[in-house]
């Protein structure tokens, strides 16, 4: 068994992923530039899980720094997780969320072409369907990302079933990851946002933690049972094993394939119910404030995660409740993060 690169590895998800398909024996090599991310996350990850990790600095752009790497290691396969992921930062700087995203994904490929390396799974987006109405939301519903952001996601997606086409020795699976929240159960690893949490979860805990003030509930008049938005949770742990569910299936399909898979739990949740749910779990209050509604935000979104079943032998196992307890057990044992 190769090798796994996985780029961008030292982030929320790539941490998790690299420790799941460590401890069933694959070996993984993180690279990545730090630019968003610590390398006290990979040590953490290699305590983990002892001895299959090895870490590289540095960037996808850089196409010969890629290929020493894939020359002095023995790469089969890659799980692309590198990139810039703030939607309001992509708005306000769309040129650099291209060039990283898209860029950097052109650059990996150019480097992956002079390898053997024809594996390749890529962290995509829901937000690749934009303000979708019809739920849930299957692979097929169309596409209209409302962000720079998605829209870098939707053209990688577009660039690898072109390559996949064009050159049948690869085989592809473009991930569509929901609404990433909890922590490795240990608590050792978790999300580490800079800055203000763009994310529910991360805002609690910090709410919770008296690290932030009160969490603003933004809409309280969607037709929703309880008025607030819904959305599709997914415990981060459940994602992680579905990147190796999508490495582990994707030798087994013919040459050329191409899958796009929602990874989520099928299921919708309220701002409301996640941090009523947090409060009963951890014994602890999140202070809050009701606001209006922000502009762009849809009032229910959730997956169709039946491909995922069928495709990848994958479903989500974590409840609501585990998300919630996994993600305060890493607040409360890492305060400032790493």
């Known amino acids: 068994m190769g090798r796994v690169l996985v780029t961008g590895g030292a982030g929320y998800i790539g941490s998790h992923v690299m420790v799941v398909l460590g401890r069933k024996g694959y070996r993984c090599v993180c690279l990545d530039n730090f630019s968003n991310s610590s390398p006290r996350a990979v040590e953490r990850a290699q305590v983990l899980a002892p001895g299959a990790i090895e870490a590289v600095e540095a960037d996808i752009r850089d196409t010969e720094a890629l290929r020493r790497v894939l020359a002095g290691a023995d790469i089969s396969s890659v799980i692309h997780l590198a990139g810039l992921k703030a939607v309001g930062e992509s708005v306000e700087k769309p040129a650099l969320y291209r060039d990283n995203n898209v860029r950097g994904t052109q650059c990996l490929l150019e480097a992956l072409a002079g390898s053997g390396v024809r594996t390749f799974v890529f962290s995509s987006s829901a937000t690749v369907y934009g303000n979708a109405t019809a739920m849930p939301i299957g692979e097929d519903a ?28 690869w085989r592809v699976a473009s ?46 008049d969607y037709p929703t ?114």
Not at 175 to 183: D, E, I, K, S
Request: charged fraction near 20%; aromatic fraction near 6%.
């Open 142 to 169: 169309p596409t209209a990302p409302a962000s720079p952001y998605g829209e870098n996601k939707l053209e990688i997606e577009r660039m690898l079933a072109k390559l996949a086409g064009e050159d049948p020795s």
């Open 175 to 220: 991930l569509r990851y929901f609404n990433p929240v909890g922590a490795h159960e240990s608590g050792t690893i978790g999300e580490h946002p800079s800055g203000t949490p763009n994310n529910l979860m991360p805002y609690v805990c910090q709410a919770a933690a008296g690290l932030r003030g009160p969490l603003r509930v933004f809409g309280t």
């Open 225 to 338: 049972p309880d008025g607030t938005g819904i959305r599709d949770y997914i415990h981060v742990m459940d994602l992680a094993e579905g990147h190796m569910a999508a490495l582990t299936a994707l030798p087994l399909t013919p040459p050329g394939t191409v899958m796009t898979v929602n990874l989520g739990t099928g299921m919708g949740h309220s701002v409301l119910e996640v941090v009523d749910t947090f409060e009963r779990v951890n014994g602890v209050k999140v202070p809050r404030e009701l606001a209006g509604r922000r502009p762009g935000d849809v009032p229910i979104c959730y997956a169709d995660c039946s491909r995922a079943r069928q495709l990848l032998r994958w479903s989500s196992r974590r409840t609501l409740e585990d998300m919630c307890r996994d993600a305060w057990r890493w607040q409360v044992l890492n305060p400032a993060g790493y």
